[in-house]
Nanobody, 122 residues
Framework: QVQLVESGGGSVQAGGSLTLSCATT????????MAWFRQASGKEREEVAS???????QYAGSVGGRFTIPRDSAKPTVYLLINSLKPEHTPVYYC????????????????WGQGTQVTVSP
C-alpha cells in the first residue's frame, strides 16, 4: 500500500516562506511523477508543481515562480518550497503520485495524501 503524508502547513504572514513535506512509502520515489495540488474552500483543485521520474519539473503559471519542488529519493520525501505567500491563497495542499513516471498533462494520479493546511495572514 502506497502512503503519502503531508506536513509543514501552518500560519504564515504574507510575504513569508514555507516548506511542505510529503513523506512516502515508495522505495523508488524517483520512478514516479510526484505533484502538489492546492484547493481553497469553494474553489477547484489546482496542480501547482510536479517533478517526473526524469527530474523534469513543471509549475503552474499561477504560482509566478514562487514554488520549487525538490525531492529526496533516499528518505523518500517530496518537498514544496513556497516563497512570497499571499493572503488570497490559503488552501489545503495535497501531495499526489502517478506511477506512470513521466508527468503528463491531464493524467490521473493514483496516490493521494490527506493534505496540509496553509493559512496566510495579511
Amino acid at each position: 500500500q502506497v502512503q503519502l503524508v503531508e506536513s509543514g502547513g501552518g500560519s504564515v504572514q504574507a510575504g513569508g516562506s514555507l516548506t511542505l513535506s510529503c513523506a512516502t512509502t515508495l522505495n523508488r520515489l524517483n520512478t514516479y511523477c510526484m505533484a502538489w495540488f492546492r484547493q481553497a474552500s469553494g474553489k477547484e483543485r489546482e496542480e501547482v508543481a510536479s517533478i517526473g521520474m526524469n527530474g523534469a519539473t513543471q509549475y503552474a503559471g499561477s504560482v509566478g515562480g514562487r514554488f520549487t519542488i525538490p525531492r529526496d529519493s533516499a528518505k523518500p520525501t517530496v518537498y514544496l518550497l513556497i516563497n512570497s505567500l499571499k493572503p488570497e491563497h490559503t488552501p489545503v495542499y495535497y501531495c499526489a503520485g502517478d506511477s506512470y513516471g513521466l508527468c503528463r498533462s491531464g493524467g490521473a494520479f493514483n496516490s493521494w495524501g490527506q493534505g496540509t493546511q496553509v493559512t496566510v495572514s495579511p
